[in-house]
T-cell receptor
């Protein structure tokens, strides 16, 4: 079974802190994704990566950056956390782009106070 | 712009009743279409997908969906709902990337 793990299920940070969310997949997938999930808005794509060191902006990249130094690991970085970044963050991976099934991690619920 | 609409935010059904969750997509060509389910506290899981061919698609857990090009719809159905089906369901359209609907939360009454 494909497994996507995220470093934390729950995280509480203060405004202005730098926050790292880690995601690891064990199926040698090329593509990895970061989404945020908010009630009534569904999932929105923040960034995705189609190869090591490659990244592309999604629909809502402002206030976020990403890092992919190894194929299995994709990190989301909040440079200076703000209260409007309080959300559920979901990581996913897939063999390819839209044609392929995406496998999701359990999510990290981030609260910024 | 490409979009996915799930008009029902919440749906409540009794256990054993039939279920239909609505989904409409907006795209010039036929996109790839998916239904995912998110059970409480868990990540999303793929129920079924449509790329081309037979417009009635069978998925896991007894779900099926029918693609209707004339209506730009891809509705999810299940003949008899179980209490464990209570979850949030997302319709997804994929071309270059995934576009998610806003989700439908299903409540099942015992």
């Amino acid at each position: 079974d494909v497994k996507v793990t995220q470093s934390s299920r729950y995280l509480v940070k203060r405004t202005g802190e730098k926050v790292f969310l880690e995601c690891v997949q064990d199926m040698d997938h090329e593509n990895m994704f970061w989404y945020r999930q908010d009630p009534g808005l569904g999932l929105r794509l923040i960034y995705f990566s189609y190869d090591v060191k490659m990244k592309e902006k999604g629909d809502i990249p402002e206030g976020y950056s990403v890092s992919r130094e190894k194929k299995e690991r994709f990190s989301l970085i909040l440079e200076s956390a703000s209260t409007n970044q309080t959300s559920m963050y979901l990581c996913a991976s897939s063999l390819g782009q839209a044609l392929y099934e995406q496998y999701f991690g359990p999510g990290t619920r981030l609260t910024v106070t | 712009a490409q979009s996915v609409t799930q008009p029902d935010i919440h749906i409540t059904v009794s256990e054993g009743a039939s279920l239909e969750l609505r989904c409409n997509y907006s795209y010039g060509a036929t996109p790839y279409l998916f239904w995912y389910v998110q059970s409480p506290g868990q990540g999303l899981q793929l129920l079924l997908k449509y790329f081309s061919g037979d417009t009635l698609v069978q998925g896991i857990k007894g779900f099926e969906a029918e693609f209707k090009r004339s209506q730009s719809s891809f509705n999810l159905r299940k003949p008899s709902v179980h209490w464990s089906d209570a979850a949030e369901y997302f319709c997804v359209s994929g071309t270059y990337k995934y576009i998610f609907g806003t989700g439908t939360r299903l409540k099942v009454l015992a």
